[in-house]
C-alpha cells in the first residue's frame, strides 16, 4: 500500500497497480492520514482483522470527471495485492451518440451529472432552459443550468449519481474540438459569461469527415467520478511514520 501511495505522490509509474498507468487518477492518499507506528503499529500487523488495522489500509483514489472506470474497477476487483474494493458515482458517465456520426449528424453527448458539494441539478433557468452550447474555434462550451444549496454547517450532503442527461451538440464540421463542460448557478438567461462558467470537466472530441470519435482522456481536475476506497493486503508497513 505504501508502495502505491509513494509511487503516486512522487510522480513514479504504479509498479503494483500498474492499471493506474493507463488511467490516470487525480489523487492517491491514505483514509487514515495519522500513520501507524511503534506499538500500535505492532498490534494491526498482529491483529489484521481489527477494524482500525482494516482503515489503516484503506486509500482513497480519485479520477477526474468524466473518465470511464470500467477497466480500472475489473482490475482492481480481481487483483491480488487488493482485499476488497468500493466506488462511488457512475463509472462510465460520458456517452456519445452516436457513436461515428457524420458531420451532417447531430452529435448528442450523454452526462452523469455530478454536483459539487451540495449542488444539484437544475431543471432550468429562469428563462426556462436546459443548458446551452457556445461553440468558439475549436471550444465547445457546454452550460448546464443548476442549483446551488447552501445548508448549515452542521449537515452532511447526500451526494449520489444520477441517470444520464441528453446534450445536443449539434452538428460540427470536420475538426478536433475540446469540450468543456461547465455548471452554471442561477442564471438569467443563456449564453452566459466565462465568469458564470464553473468548470466540472473536459473531454476531447475529433470530427473527421464522416466520422466522429471520442477519446476518454481527462485532464482537467474537477471533482469526483470514482473513489476506491482500497484494502491492501500487504502487511507490514515498512515505512517510518511521523
Known sequence: MDAIYNEFN???????????NDHMPAEVRYLISNRPYGKRLELMIASPDWSAA????????RFNYP???TAV???LSSHEAVESVYFDFTLNPLEIQPEQPSSEEDI?????YLPFGCDYPSPTNSSGEDYDVTINGSVIELDVSAYRNFLPSTTICSISPTQLSAYNLGSL????YTVMVNHVYNADAFPVTQQ???????????????QVTAVPAFSFWAVISLTCLLLISSFPFRERWF
Open 10 to 20: 512522487s510522480q513514479q509509474p504504479q509498479s503494483i497497480l500498474t492499471v493506474l
Open 54 to 61: 482494516q482503515l489503516a489500509r484503506r486509500l482513497i483514489i
Open 67 to 69: 473518465q470511464d472506470l
Open 73 to 75: 474497477l475489473d482490475n
Open 108 to 112: 448528442v453527448v450523454n452526462l452523469s
Open 173 to 176: 464540421p470536420t475538426g478536433d
Open 196 to 210: 458564470q462558467r464553473n468548470v466540472v470537466g473536459q473531454f476531447p472530441l475529433m470530427v473527421r469527415g464522416s
